[in-house]
């Protein structure tokens, strides 16, 4: 089975424009999170997606939004880049979220550096 | 609410040498512990997970942990590193019942540097 793919890999944008990173999930994978990784903050949860809705949100401002299409692959937007933006986005799919053990499976990630 | 606590930011082993990574939890609940393996401009990969059962969990690349309830503890432990386990480690932990990655508490992070 393929894994996780996060598409694109490096981006580079500067401060005021949007950006939108793609996640595809394992074949038969339904549910998909999203988390900002720093340096200084360590992994933060973004959110979490499963069959097409938002089941839950971290603690991040409204210009991070996100969407799951109806074949699991998963979208985050960033609107009006902050350079504290700039980070390494992780997405994690899980077979559907309801086995209470929650094993995701990380997919590369998208280093996302605004200038 | 739950928390993990990584008490190493850094640890440097000669490599063949035995290492362990400590990583303590806080719960009124029960827990699930995990530990991740992220290598250098990778995502996070599961070495070992503890559910239930056995407290000695063996993971994969030679890794095992264990479970100890009475010190709030889940520390990852090798016999004989290698050049190639040089990557950061993270500890997390949820609960039965709360089937979401919100819930998934990551610690900071311990980045194993291995010396020849």
């Known amino acids: 089975k393929a894994g996780v793919t996060q598409t694109p890999r490096y981006l580079i944008k500067t401060r005021g424009q949007q950006v939108t990173l793609s996640c595809s999930p394992i074949?038969?994978?339904?549910?998909v999170s999203w988390y900002q990784q720093t340096p200084g903050q360590g992994l933060q949860f973004l959110f979490e997606?499963?069959?097409?809705?938002?089941?839950n949100k971290g603690n991040f401002p409204g210009r991070f939004s996100g969407r799951q299409f109806s074949n699991s692959r998963s979208e985050m937007n960033v609107s009006t880049l902050e350079l504290g933006d700039s980070a390494l986005y992780l997405c994690?799919?899980?077979?559907?979220?309801?086995?209470?053990?929650?094993?995701?499976?990380f997919g590369p990630g998208t280093r996302l550096t605004v200038t | 609410a739950q928390s993990v606590t990584q008490l190493d930011s850094q640890v440097p082993v000669f490599e063949e040498a035995p290492v362990e990574l400590r990583c303590n939890y806080s719960s009124s609940v029960s827990v699930y512990l995990f530990w991740y393996v992220q290598y250098p401009n990778q995502g996070l990969q599961l070495l070992l997970k503890?559910?239930?059962?056995?407290?000695l969990v063996k993971g994969i690349n030679g890794f095992e942990a264990e479970f100890n309830k009475s010190q709030t503890s889940f520390h990852l432990r090798k016999p004989s590193v290698h050049i190639s386990d040089t990557a950061e480690y993270f500890c997390?932990?949820?609960?039965?019942?709360?089937?979401?990655?919100?819930?998934?508490?990551f610690g900071s992070g311990t980045r194993l540097s291995i010396r020849p």
């Open positions: 997390a932990v949820s609960a039965p019942g709360y089937s979401s990655a919100s819930k998934i508490i």
């Open positions: 503890y559910l239930s059962g056995s407290t």
């Open positions: 997606y499963f069959s097409e809705t938002q089941r």
């Open positions: 074949s038969g994978h339904r549910s």
């Open positions: 994690a799919s899980s077979l559907d979220g309801t086995s209470g053990t929650y094993e995701q499976y």
